[in-house]
């Protein structure tokens, strides 16, 4: 699929080897939530536009290059995108946070919104929504619905495991937009895990059963 791309960095793969691992506790599974975010921010910022700039150093006159473009928007999904939120910000230090909360209603099995909050001038910048597992796809396909009616033009999602399920209503839902993941897993299992996975990643982040 031309709108995937896995971010095979040895770093990156090396942590998430680690995340998966049932043995990692949660302090370490969060720092390398964390450490492997700031690596995707890294990596997905590569093509940032720049803007060609005069400056004068103690030495004479040169030109320079800033980050042109637009402004960027974090949207974390509550909650296991929270635990995204930090890596991609030491990267990002001036994005602004929009958060969106939802839960799967038990009847219909659809995503509902609970809570959410957008920066103001959330159709001037660049979203990036952030939730570590791409499963069904219900609730990425719901939040990205949801930025579109608020305004936002531009969007890219980061996961840390997509199923290929995921990623096929992904596609068919909303075909232009950039999904940037560490690996695609083989599949989901009957309880909608991914396979093989790493488990209940808001758990696993907050030390919660
Ligand atoms: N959400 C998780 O946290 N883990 C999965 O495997 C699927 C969805």
Same mark, same amino acid.
Request: charged share 25%; with cysteine; glycine share 8%.
């Given at each position: ?7 095979? /960095? ?49 030495i004479t ?5 800033? @980050? =042109? #473009? ?12 929270? $635990?995204?939120?930090? #890596?991609?910000?030491? @990267? ?6 929009? /958060? @969106? ?26 979203? +990036? ?7 069904t796809g $219900?609730?990425?396909?719901? =939040? ?7 305004? =936002? ?17 992904? /596609?068919?839902?909303?075909?232009e937009i ?5 690996? +695609? ?15 209940? =990643? $808001? ?7």
């Amino acid at each position: 699929m031309e709108s995937v791309q896995t971010l095979d /960095h040895p770093l990156i793969q090396h942590k998430l080897t680690l995340l998966r691992d049932r043995t990692t506790g949660t302090k370490e599974f969060r720092m390398l939530v964390e450490e492997v975010s700031m690596l995707m921010a890294y990596e997905i910022t590569r093509l940032m536009p720049l803007r060609e700039v005069e400056i004068e150093t103690p030495i004479t006159k040169t030109k320079g290059y800033l @980050i =042109a #473009g637009k402004k960027m928007s974090l949207v974390p999904i509550l909650r296991a995108g929270l $635990g995204m939120v930090d #890596g991609m910000l030491s @990267i990002l230090p001036a994005a602004k946070v929009g /958060h @969106i909360g939802l839960y799967r209603d038990p009847k219909t099995l659809k995503p509902v919104e609970y809570y959410s909050k957008m920066p103001q001038d959330l159709p001037e910048r660049e979203v +990036i929504v952030l939730d570590p597992m791409l499963a069904t796809g $219900g609730s990425v396909c719901q =939040a990205i619905h949801m930025l579109k009616g608020w305004g =936002a033009e531009q969007i890219k999602f980061v996961c840390l495991l997509a199923a290929p399920e995921g990623l096929e209503r992904l /596609h068919k839902e909303h075909p232009e937009i950039m999904v940037y993941t560490a690996a +695609i897993d083989e599949r989901l299992n009957e309880k909608s895990y991914i396979v093989p996975g790493l488990g209940d =990643a $808001g758990d696993r982040l907050f030390g919660t059963k």
